[in-house]
């Protein structure tokens, strides 16, 4: 069966103690996404993987 | 100088407090007018009450006796997330709706200890975590130029206050902009003091290694004699400005601003040059990061503060503070190291800038005041939420620390416009004697 993000997320909100409502979950979706690209940016920017250079 | 006792600069009301050109009952009087008259505003959650009247009393039998106290007399409004003791404190919001204080906020203390009238407790973005002051508790803050926009926040209600003369100066506290955006939109001076000057006990916490507390005012003179006494600090020697460098900060950062912004800080910034001092451009690269790693640093460090309500009562959060917490709730370890990362790198940056400059200058907000409820502004077609290009421009000095004052420098469309001059750590004096000078040449 597929896992989509938004099962992950519940999931991650789950083992994080967080009580969610179904309108929660599509709230915090929304603004993970956000958070995942900004952070995966900075990550790139600042901290890059050190294996990359070993491809 | 205006005869109206709520439209006197702080210091025009100190000195007429002294003088006893003024009377401390009269002053609380119209500031207590302007309040029922700009109810709609909503700048208060609690208004001063009965007890701001015999504070006045009593500090105009102590003013008749020639006691000394530098704000002897003079009412300030407090944020409410400043503790106060025996008067409710909701840091806006409806968890704390109740909470009556033992005891003082350090900074309370030291205005008390002035002579200070403690008059009200502000309007705020709930437990500061927002800057549009739409709460929903209290009610949302209104902007004083155009009521059907926001005065941006989180200390909305106390730069409402300000402009709407409902007291003579107040103190706000500022994690991402929080003093210096509400400042800017609303068309006062906000100071971020360098991160450490003013101590924090007492007032509620948003992001531990972000938090500043600092004061909204009328007038820049105001801010520095109101961080005077909250720092404890004697009155700095005067500055010579003329000479001193101010680097423009140009790039990616500052390309996404409305022109009517960027007319009045390059406005400003040519004033400056034609006043004696030495304007050149600067590039920081590095800013870039800021949003981003502001908003891990803040999204982790917000969600440990509300670690225990944000699990067991999540309803009792608005909606948007609500999704907040929980995502910080799910920032990893390993994302709050790369914040970190960047933070170092950022302020490393901002350091080698300031190896050619004195000050920095850039605008507070990229825009003008929003409409209520608009949650995108759009650039050329792309879209940024209005939240994070409200911090854009200021968030990079609480990931600094450094001190930022942010002056009124015209108007946009009708709407206030306000510069944001950084200076190096614990240089307020240079930065107060720039921000005044920007004041002096818009006159």
Redesign the interface.
Known sequence: MPVTERDQ?AA??RA?????ASQ?LD??LV??K??RA??D???G???PDPMDDDD | MTDDPAEMSMTAVVRALRGRTLSPVELVDAYRDRIEAGRDLRAYITPPGATARRQAQRAAERLARRDRGALLGVPIALKDLYATRGVRTTAGSRILRDWVPTGDAALVTRLRQAGAIIFGKTNLHEFAYGVTNANPWWGIAKNPSDPRRSPGGSSGGSAIAVVGGMCAAALGSDTGGSIRIPAALCGCVGLKPTRGALPLDGVFPLGWSLDHAGPLTRTVADAGLLFEVLAGRPAPRPVRTRGLSVGVVRGPLTTRIQPGVRARVEAASGALRRAGLRVRDVRIPELEWAVATQLVTLRAEASAVHARWIRRRPRSYGADVRVRLQLGALVSGADYVVAQRARHRIREAIGQAFSDVDILMLATAPMTAPLIGDRVVRWRGVAEPVDGALVRLTSPFNLSGLPALSVPCGLAGGLPVGVQLVGQWNDEARVLAVGRLIEELAQ
């Open positions: 997320l991650a909100a994080a103690g967080l009580r969610l929660d709230h915090l603004a993970w956000r958070y900004l952070v940016d900075l990550r920017r600042v901290a």
